[in-house]
């Protein structure tokens, strides 16, 4: 058990779209052999973000689901990546994916350097202490100098950080990267086509070594002054610290090119965690304890009208998954058997007797299962660090067929469970309203509700920028607060007040007048609101 738990390394990439996740995701595969060819990753990537474009996406995805998990070995390792949606509407899919990794691997665009959702996307995981290594892509095009970006990276994603590659000249003079701990030179050689084909090592014992200048020209001495400064600038790269998520160790590289790839996977083998220690409400749970449980991260329905049954993405979080063995749903208190669960080797999606903490396996469900459900052996725990986070765009619901207001009810229950928009209802006139990061999930959800339960709404624009949930010691505080702001306030699934802002200047002066009340940027209330730059919030509205 101790060995299987050891060996698995459970991770996600992520980044702004088109900095080169999918391609990243692709040559990671291939050293793998998880794929044999270039170009076998589809990309599920929403480029136009137009309904029908994400529909077809959603239902080759349906035929496919492995692309929600990928698992290859390496290195003796046996490596999950999970996927996580590139479009900015879906960041919460993302959070939520996160939720369910070790450690993170985060793609950067050389060019265009730190970009706004990966500072998002690197909040949630500063909030969880979650590791993180930065691969900076695309050096073959003419990017920022490594140095700018290197400063970029720690003011941007607010982590201090070590290079652990250097790269040598940029775009049309890229030579090749240095390895700054064992100290060689890999010569950059674009375009391979396989990953057996190595890249040129040029072993050093100095920097001093004549075949520098030789190999390099200038680039040489250029190279012997950036060492110089790193090495002067950076403290040594302490493995225990990035275990800690307190630095991020950096690579350069072209993932297109399979550049400087192989000294990504070699580092993340070598060091990255493998499962972790999980917060639950009762207790903490240790991978190696011989009871099994686990918990719902993702929820992919069937669009095909045929087949209405969805699949849950359980991460395992200790002891051992084994198909047709009984487990506690602890949310709902019933007992629930897996017939034909299955995994993602290489892609292939197969069904499995059993898994190990650290593996993700996907559960046939009718109905039973949401996010953030846990599944245990019987005792009576529930994982944590699966919140809400705050929309950012409200619409209330209206029925425009009150013959079919069950079906809506009904629809709009199943899309939620799924992850795809949060829902609050106010107690006065018991308005629905619904919550969600981005325009597009308003047009998938209609499409939905339509073409699978037959319900029809009209969604009405709200003038709220941000949900916050609310809490404060004072419980007649608090209630006086919800009286006075009752036209801005509703109420998530589980009955937590939330407040309604209609712009960031109101949620400031709230913040202000209200000194008792604390706004959270989760539904797990572990988050301030003003821990997080609210310059940064998207004021809509
Ligand atoms: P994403 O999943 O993060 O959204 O990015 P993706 O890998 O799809 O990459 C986005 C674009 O950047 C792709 O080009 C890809 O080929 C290119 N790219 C990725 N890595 C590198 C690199 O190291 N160097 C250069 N120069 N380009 C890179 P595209 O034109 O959008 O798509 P495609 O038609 O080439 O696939």
């Given at each position: 058990m101790t060995e299987e738990i050891n060996r698995r390394r459970t991770f996600a990439i992520i980044s702004h779209p088109d900095a080169g996740k999918t391609t990243l995701t692709e040559k990671l595969l291939l050293f793998g052999g998880g794929i044999r060819a270039a170009g076998a990753v589809k990309s599920n990537k929403i480029t136009r973000t137009t309904t029908s474009d994400f529909m077809e996406i959603e239902k080759q995805r349906g035929i496919s689901v492995a692309t929600a998990v990928m698992s290859f070995e390496y290195g003796g390792k046996l490596i999950n990546i999970l996927d996580t949606p590139g479009h900015r509407d879906f960041a919460e899919d993302t959070y939520r994916t996160l939720s369910a990794v070790d450690s993170v691997i985060l793609v950067v665009d050389s060019v265009?350097?730190?970009?706004?959702?990966?500072?998002?996307?690197?909040?949630?995981?500063?909030?969880?202490?979650?590791?993180?290594?930065?691969?900076?892509?695309?050096?073959?095009?003419?990017?920022?100098?490594?140095?700018?970006?290197?400063?970029?990276?720690?003011?941007?994603?607010?982590?201090?950080v070590r290079p652990l590659t250097w790269p040598i000249g940029v775009g049309q003079s890229f030579k090749g990267v240095y390895n700054l701990h064992e100290q060689n030179v890999t010569l950059f050689q674009s375009a391979k086509s396989t990953v057996e084909e190595e890249d040129e090592r040029l072993r050093i014992d100095s920097l001093d070594d004549e075949r520098l200048d030789t190999r390099l020209g200038s680039l040489a001495d250029q190279l012997r002054e950036d060492v110089d400064l790193i090495e002067?600038?950076?403290?040594?790269?302490?493995?225990?610290?990035?275990?800690?998520?307190?630095?991020?160790?950096?690579?350069?590289?072209?993932?297109?090119?399979?550049?400087?790839?192989?000294?990504?996977?070699?580092?993340?083998?070598?060091?990255?965690?493998?499962?972790?220690?999980?917060?639950?409400?009762?207790?903490?749970?240790?991978?190696?304890?011989?009871?099994?449980?686990?918990?719902?991260?993702?929820?992919?329905?069937?669009?095909?009208?045929?087949?209405?049954?969805?699949?849950?993405?359980?991460?395992?979080?200790?002891?051992?998954?084994?198909?047709?063995?009984?487990?506690?749903?602890?949310?709902?208190?019933?007992?629930?058997?897996?017939?034909?669960?299955?995994?993602?080797?290489?892609?292939?999606?197969?069904?499995?007797?059993?898994?190990?903490?650290?593996?993700?396996?996907?559960?046939?469900?009718?109905?039973?299962?949401?996010?953030?459900?846990?599944?245990?052996?019987?005792?009576?725990?529930?994982?944590?660090?699966?919140?809400?986070?705050?929309?950012?765009?409200?619409?209330?619901?209206?029925?425009?067929?009150?013959?079919?207001?069950?079906?809506?009810?009904?629809?709009?229950?199943?899309?939620?469970?799924?992850?795809?928009?949060?829902?609050?209802?106010?107690?006065?006139?018991?308005?629905?309203i619904v919550g969600t990061v981005g325009e597009l999930q308003f047009e998938v959800i209609q499409y939905r509700l339509i073409n699978e339960y037959g319900a029809s709404a009209r969604f009405e624009p709200l003038g709220f920028v941000r949900a916050t949930w609310i809490t404060a010691d004072d419980k007649d505080e608090l209630n006086r607060f919800i009286r006075y702001r009752d036209r801005q306030i509703a109420y998530d699934l589980h009955r937590n007040p939330v407040y309604f802002a209609e712009s960031e200047w109101m949620l400031r002066s709230m913040m202000e007048k209200y000194p008792g009340i604390r706004f959270h940027f989760s539904s797990e209330l572990d988050s301030d609101m003003s821990q997080y730059e609210l310059g940064a919030m998207h004021a809509r509205g």
């Open positions: 265009k350097g730190v970009e706004e959702q990966t500072e998002r996307l690197m909040q949630v995981c500063r909030m969880r202490k979650t590791p993180v290594m930065i691969f900076v892509n695309k050096l073959d095009r003419e990017g920022k100098p490594a140095m700018e970006l290197a400063d970029e990276l720690e003011n941007k994603l607010d982590i201090a002067g600038v950076y403290d040594d790269f302490s493995t225990g610290d990035y275990l800690e998520a307190r630095v991020a160790p950096v690579f350069f590289g072209s993932a297109l090119n399979n550049f400087g790839v192989r000294e990504l996977l070699d580092t993340f083998v070598d060091i990255s965690p493998p499962p972790r220690r999980r917060e639950a409400t009762t207790r903490d749970v240790d991978p190696d304890e011989d009871t099994f449980s686990g918990f719902v991260f993702k929820i992919h329905a069937n669009l095909d009208p045929r087949h209405r049954d969805r699949i849950a993405f359980l991460r395992v979080c200790s002891g051992r998954f084994q198909k047709d063995k009984q487990f506690r749903h602890v949310r709902l208190g019933k007992k629930l058997r897996f017939s034909s669960p299955y995994s993602f080797m290489a892609r292939r999606k197969e069904v499995i007797d059993d898994a190990f903490p650290g593996d993700v396996v996907g559960l046939y469900d009718r109905g039973d299962l949401r996010i953030g459900d846990t599944l245990t052996e019987g005792e009576e725990l529930q994982f944590q660090g699966i919140p809400n986070f705050s929309p950012e765009i409200f619409k209330e619901v209206i029925a425009t067929d009150p013959m079919r207001s069950k079906q809506l009810e009904k629809g709009l229950t199943h899309l939620v469970e799924e992850g795809l928009a949060q829902l609050f209802i106010q107690d006065k006139g018991r308005r629905k």
